[in-house]
């Protein structure tokens, strides 16, 4: 019998996750005995041209996590029978221990183009092996909050649910995506699990196969609504607006169900919501709500919104759950220091910014952002905060800084109302939020 392939990386293999160039770069680094000190940097080089800003997220666990990546007797066994690593390298990995610094952004920092979401300040070698492996982390949770973020300020302070898990790619973005929507703002997701690790809310209704199962729809309806009430009940299986009649006269009936929602998943959402609305309150039940779904994203929200469709509450789920209009961010993580001295790619088109650095945040005396600066770690800067923090130092996670993950949340609220007007419209096009480099930092990016 063959043997089942798990679901998900399991602690032991998770150093193998990464490219073999990693590997077979440090394994030079150890033969050379190239071990001084690096500064890799993470960072985007272009924002995608339907986000004016993108949500920092996943760095912090990130980082929490690489630095207790260990490489164990199996994973060390398994690279031995690739036959391409000396047996004095793997002995030497085996006893790899992350000594170094980890500065990162809070979970939740709204970023621009050549911000440094994270660096890393280690021996080369420890530095070089978290490459893939990071960028895989941050990647994906900061593409779904980015995404989700926008849903939220469509809706305009109404809920937004995910909806999105049975379309997303695989597992783990399933689960680790919820970590995103949590940080972004959403209010509840139908993921059992994601919910329950992440804390965030599991809320859901029930599928029309259910309704498509009884040989009437006003008693699927009653019988839901008796197994679960103040429950939400699906009324477009067959005909909308006869779906809400049915839950109406439901409720005359039996209001101790209390039915707390009707969900509207298909036609003209806008209009069948109008008439939905006045069908319930004519009968008595202004109180219950109206949630609606169906291929929604931020555009069609608003849109729905500005036309007074009268929806309490959004359930999303494709276009969130691959965040299908900018699905991949070009993240970039580059050696901008080893040994003391700066680096710099000269490339076409992916130039990087040398030496460890800091970024400030300013803001005006109401507290309102006015732009950024991009500046050396130890330069004096007299303006904003220093937004980039030691969450890992001498390879030890600094508990306090990362406490701060778990303020994402109101983070990300705190920032929207603090950047100018249009920072978040929805509109494809680019913000004239100013991202300034230091006069330090300016000049010796012009001498490397």
């Not at 394994?27 to 920092?56: D, N, V």
């Not at 498509?212 to 067959?238: I, K, M, N, S, W």
């Not at 600094?398 to 978040?424: H, I, W, Y």
Request: net charge negative.
């Amino acid at each position: 019998m063959r043997e089942s392939t798990p679901l998900q990386v399991s602690e032991n293999e998770l150093a193998l996750l990464t490219d073999l160039y990693q590997l077979t770069m440090t394994q030079a680094y150890w033969k050379e005995a190239m071990h001084e000190r690096a500064t890799f940097s993470l960072f985007f080089r272009k924002m995608p041209p339907s986000r004016r800003f993108m949500l920092a997220c996943g760095q912090q666990h990130a980082a929490a996590l690489l630095s207790q990546l260990r490489f164990g007797d199996e994973a060390l066994s398994r690279l031995d029978g690739t036959g391409k690593f000396d047996q004095g390298f793997l002995d030497w990995l085996g006893k790899l221990r992350f000594s170094g610094d980890i500065w990162t952004l809070p979970e939740g920092t709204p970023v621009f183009a050549n911000e440094p979401f994270l660096e890393v300040d280690a021996p080369i070698a420890e530095a070089q092996l978290l490459e893939s492996l990071v960028m895989n982390l941050v990647q994906l949770e900061t593409v779904l909050a980015s995404k989700a973020v926008r849903l939220v300020m469509a809706a305009q302070g109404r809920p937004v649910v995910d909806f999105g898990m049975r379309r997303m790619h695989g597992v783990d973005a399933a689960v680790r995506g919820v970590r995103a929507y949590r940080t972004a703002g959403l209010a509840s997701t139908s993921n059992v699990l994601g919910g329950l690790r992440h804390d965030l809310a599991i809320n859901g209704t029930m599928a029309h196969s259910y309704i498509l199962a009884h040989d009437d729809e006003t008693e699927a309806f009653r019988a839901f609504a008796r197994h679960y009430p103040g429950t939400t009940l699906l009324v477009d299986t067959h005909d909308t607006l006869e779906g809400v009649r049915k839950v109406i006269q439901l409720m005359r009936e039996e209001p101790e169900v209390g039915v707390k929602a009707i969900r509207l998943d298909s036609g003209d959402l806008g209009e069948l919501a109008k008439q939905a609305r006045t069908l319930l309150d004519e009968a008595g039940h202004p109180d219950i709500s109206i949630v609606a779904s169906s291929g929604l994203d931020e555009y069609k929200i608003a849109v729905l919104l500005e036309d007074g469709a009268p929806i309490d509450a959004f359930g999303v789920g494709t276009e969130m759950g691959v965040s299908a209009d900018a699905p991949v961010i070009d993240l970039s993580y580059k050696l901008v220091e080893y040994a003391g001295t700066p680096r710099v790619k000269h490339s076409t088109g992916k130039i990087n910014l040398p030496c460890r650095k800091q970024l400030y945040r300013r803001q005006d005396d109401q507290g309102r952002y006015l732009g950024d600066i991009v500046a050396l770690r130890d330069e004096t800067i007299d303006t904003g905060e220093a937004l980039l923090r030691p969450l890992v130092q001498a390879g030890r996670l600094n508990e306090t800084e990362m406490s701060r993950a778990d303020n994402a949340r109101d983070r990300v609220a705190d920032a929207l109302a603090r950047f100018p007007e249009d920072f978040t419209r929805l509109e494809e096009g680019e913000s004239d939020y100013p991202v300034d480099l230091s006069p330090e930092l300016k000049r010796l990016q012009s001498q490397t």
